[in-house]
Nanobody, 124 residues
Framework: QAQLVESGGGLVQAGGSLRLSCVAS????????MGWFRQGPGKEREFVAA????????VYRDSVKGRFTISRDNPKNTVYLQMNSLKLEDTAVYYC?????????????????WGQGTQVTVSS
């Protein structure tokens, strides 16, 4: 799949929620592990969450566990990131990415395709 398009970012107050979506082109979506990454101002890109092709396995960075949920809808070629109890430190550009692998990945270099990113800004 060559194109990933994120949406759903925006400005939200601390404690609020947002749901990000990422739509993939192509017919092989159900074969790809999908991931979300983020890059905050002045920071390096970091892993946020990932989900296996069938959706049975997920993994999260420690700082978002219990607040963020990754899910996917394979018939719709879409992966989601539900973000609750948002904190100031969640402010970042969020990217979705796909990896041609049935084994879950958490390292950005192992992902093949990337979206353009969507801005999430959490205010106090």
């Amino acid at each position: 799949q060559a194109q990933l398009v994120e949406s759903g970012g925006g400005l939200v107050q601390a404690g609020g929620s947002l749901r990000l979506s990422c739509v993939a082109s192509g017919s092989s979506f159900s074969k790809y592990t999908m991931g979300w990454f983020r890059q905050g101002p002045g920071k390096e890109r970091e892993f946020v969450a990932a989900i296996t092709p069938g959706g049975s396995n997920t993994v999260y960075r420690d700082s978002v566990k219990g607040r963020f949920t990754i899910s996917r809808d394979n018939p719709k070629n879409t992966v989601y990131l539900q973000m609750n109890s948002l904190k100031l430190e969640d402010t970042a550009v969020y990217y979705c990415a796909s990896a041609n692998s049935r084994v879950i990945r958490t390292v950005g270099a192992l992902f093949d395709y990337w979206g353009q990113g969507t801005q999430v800004t959490v205010s106090s």
